[in-house]
């Protein structure tokens, strides 16, 4: 009779992006829903490292290309640290419906 013993190894993993473990300064939270953000601005300090979180009520996502940011949904958080002052509109990534092409914001740096 011949005996076959097999082993499972597994690896360490954990389905939390880095971004989400990268100390920050700051947080702040853009909510997403139908054709709209919830603030027309939001505002954050240069030189100073921020958590933003990408909360969405449907299918959308954001980029600032000038900043490195791009959220979705399957990146919802990522902590950038923006070097100087500026205002950077950002658009909903996703097509998300007949509005979309009205879903914007601007990303001030002060």
């Known amino acids: 009779m011949l005996s076959l013993g097999l082993t499972a190894c597994g690896g ?28 027309p601005e939001y505002h954050i300090k240069a030189g100073e490292s921020v958590r ?9 996502g954001l ?4 900043l490195g ?4 949904p399957n990146q919802t958080e990522q902590v950038i640290t923006p070097d100087k002052p500026g205002t950077y509109e950002f658009f909903c990534t996703i097509m998300c419906g007949p509005g979309h092409k ?7 740096v002060d």
């Open 12 to 39: 360490s993993r954990t389905d939390t992006p880095a971004a989400a473990t990268e100390a920050a300064d700051a947080e702040l939270v853009i909510t997403a829903t139908n054709y709209q953000f919830d603030q």
């Open 52 to 60: 933003i979180i990408l909360e969405s009520k449907g299918n959308h």
């Open 63 to 66: 980029q600032v290309k000038e």
């Open 69 to 72: 940011l791009k959220l979705d």
């Open 102 to 108: 009205d879903m914007h914001a601007k990303l001030i």
